[in-house]
């Protein structure tokens, strides 16, 4: 059974930070493109940054670059994104997906096969 499993969201004002984490089980880590999604109500499902867990290629949404970054620890099964500077409009229900033979870039997230629950992060003005 595939599993991922979100946790780290959480109300914060404008300018903070939060670190999300996905622990994924039930299929070979190392073999997957690892990404983050969002979606913000009456909004499109956006492609927030993935990360290779085999050659460790990332790639990063033009609206969180610079801010985010997205890390992995293979031995833990655990991909991370680290959220500074955080604005109102990043408040959205993240969202990590699993996918083989992803391909590292832009995502509608149709191309992932497996999905976390989400967790809600709510950025305050």
């Known amino acids: 059974e595939v599993q991922l499993v979100e946790s780290g969201g959480g109300l914060v004002q404008a300018g903070g930070s939060l670190r999300l984490s996905c622990v994924v089980s039930?299929?070979?880590?190392?073999?997957?493109?690892i990404g983050w999604f969002r979606q913000a109500p009456g909004k499109e499902r956006e492609g927030v940054s993935c990360?290779?867990?085999?050659?460790?290629?990332?790639y990063y949404a033009d609206s969180v670059k610079g801010r985010f970054t997205i890390s992995n620890d293979n031995a833990k099964s655990t991909v991370y994104l680290q959220m500074n500077s955080l604005k109102p409009e990043d408040t959205a229900v993240y969202y990590c997906?699993?996918?083989?033979?992803?391909?590292?870039?832009?995502?509608?997230?149709?191309?992932?096969?497996?999905w976390g629950r989400g967790t809600q992060v709510t950025v305050s003005s």
């Open positions: 997906a699993g996918g083989e033979l992803v391909v590292v870039g832009p995502a509608s997230g149709d191309e992932y096969d497996y």
């Open positions: 039930g299929f070979t880590f190392n073999d997957y493109v």
């Open positions: 990360i290779s867990t085999t050659t460790g290629s990332t």
